[in-house]
C-alpha cells in the first residue's frame, strides 16, 4: 500500500510532468483523459510530446515499477481510487483573448459525480492557471452542487500555482524555488503541505512554502509570468534603443543591469519575442479579466504589443542587411518557441512567418530539432521543413536564428558561408560572438550595431 495516491486530471505538460515525477517517487498515480491515444502511449510508458527528459522517467517508471503510472479513460474512477485530486487542465484563449474555463468546468462536474459516491475526505488541488475567483467560485461551487458535500467539511479545496517552464519541468517539478498553496481552510492546506513533504523531503530546507488564501494563489501566477512577460519586453525595447547608437551592445547593458541586487539578468535577453502556451494567453486573460472589472492595463497592453512587434523588427534587420527578400530564399533556424520543447504554441517563427509572407516572401524553409511534426501542424505549407541545419542552409539568401538550441550555438561563419548562396545572418537571440561573426560575413543582431 502506497503512502499517497494521488489522481492527475489533464495530462499535457504540467499534469504528465508531474504524474511522471510523483510516480518516481513511490506515489501512486492515476492520471486521467479522455483521449484514448494519448492514454494508450502513456500506458505504453510513451510521452505524446517532447519534453526534456520526460521520457527517460518514463522509461524507468514502465521498467521498474509500471503500476505506479496509469492512465485511465474515466476521471470518476481516478478521484474515486485516490485521495487526492489535481486538476491540470488547460485554460486556452477565447477569440475575444479572455480565458476559456470550458475545461475546469467539466473536471470540477467529473470530481462532483465521483464525491457524491465518496464518504472519504478527499482533497482538491485547482494547478491550472485560473483567474482569481475560479476555484472558490467556480471549482468548489461546481462540486458542492453536484456531489452535495462541503468544502472544508466534505472535501479539502487548494489552488497551488505551478512555475513549470517547458524545456525544464522536470528539473522545475522535481527541484522547484518554492511552492504556494492557496487554501480554502487550514486542513485544505495542511494536508497538502504534508504531501509535498514527503515528495520533496530534504529540498524543503531551501525550498519555501507560503500559505495563501485561495484568490490570492490565483494571482501570484498571474503576478510571476506577467512580470517575467514584462522583463522580456522591457529587454526587447532596449535593445531596440541600443540599435540607434554605435558603440552600444544590449547584451552588456542587460548583464550589468541584472548585477544589481535587486533585480537578476533572468529574462532579460533581447530577442525574437516570448512565446509558448503560458506568457501571451496569461498575459491577455488577466488583462482581459481586469477589464471586465473596469480596469484597463496599460502596461500589460505595451508589453503585448512590444513583444508582436519584434517579428516586424527581425524582417525589418533581414531585408536592411540582404536588400528586398521577395524572390529570395530565407532560413529560420529554429521553430519552436523556446529549446527543449516541440512546443508550438504562441511560437514566435510563426509572428515572422506571417510578417515575411506579408512582404511577398513565400520561398522559407526552416529547421527545428524537435518541432518540424508540429511546426507543419501549425503553419502547413507556408514553409518548407529541412532535416538538418545544412538543408536549411543550402543555396539560402538570409538566415535567421529563431530558437536558441544549442546545436545552433556551435555553428560557425564558414558553416554560413559554405552552405548558403549569400550568407546574410541575423541572429535573433545573440548567440554568436559579433566581432567574429561581423567581420566574418554580413551579419546583424538583435540589439547591436557596428562599432564606429
Known sequence: MYKYSVSILGTGFIGLCSAACFAGKDI?????????????????????????????????????????????????????????????????????KSIDLGYIESTAREIGEALKQKDKYHLVVVRSTVVP?????????????????????????????????????????????????????????AMLQEFYEYFYGDHLQNCPILRINLESAELVKYGNNCLLSTKISYANEFANFAELVPNVDIAQVMKGVGLDYRLNSRFLNAGVGFGGSCFHKDVNAIKAWSKSKGYTSRLLEAVLGINDDQAIH??????????????????????????????????????????????????????????????????????????????ALKNSECAIIITEWDEFKKLMPDDFKKQMKTPNLVDGRRLFDYEEFNSALPFRAIGRTDLE
Open 28 to 96: 501512486q498515480v492515476l492520471a486521467s483523459t479522455h483521449n484514448e491515444k494519448k492514454a494508450k502511449m502513456i500506458n505504453d510508458g510513451k510521452a505524446p510530446f517532447y519534453e526534456a527528459d520526460l521520457q527517460e522517467m518514463m522509461d524507468d517508471i514502465k521498467a521498474n515499477k509500471p503500476e505506479l503510472l496509469q492512465c485511465l479513460l474515466n476521471p470518476v474512477k481516478a478521484v474515486l481510487e485516490t485521495d487526492i485530486s489535481m486538476i491540470t487542465q488547460g485554460t486556452p484563449m477565447r477569440e475575444d
Open 133 to 189: 475567483g475560479t476555484t472558490r467560485n467556480l471549482v468548489g461551487k461546481i462540486i458542492t452542487e453536484v456531489s452535495g458535500k462541503v468544502p472544508g467539511k466534505d472535501f479539502g479545496l487548494c489552488m497551488q500555482p505551478e512555475f513549470l517552464a517547458e524545456g525544464r519541468s522536470i528539473e522545475d517539478t522535481l527541484r522547484p524555488d518554492r511552492i504556494v498553496i492557496g487554501e480554502i481552510d487550514k486542513k485544505s492546506g
Open 314 to 391: 527581425i524582417v525589418d534587420m533581414a531585408e536592411q542587411l540582404a536588400g528586398k527578400l521577395a524572390g529570395k530564399k530565407v532560413a529560420l533556424l529554429g521553430l519552436a518557441f523556446k529549446p527543449g520543447t516541440d512546443d508550438m504554441r504562441e511560437a514566435a517563427s510563426i509572428r515572422v512567418v506571417n510578417e515575411l509572407r506579408k512582404r511577398g516572401i513565400t520561398d522559407i524553409i526552416g529547421y527545428d530539432p524537435k518541432a518540424n511534426k508540429n511546426a507543419e501542424m501549425e503553419m502547413g505549407d507556408k514553409i518548407k521543413y529541412a532535416e538538418s541545419i545544412e538543408e
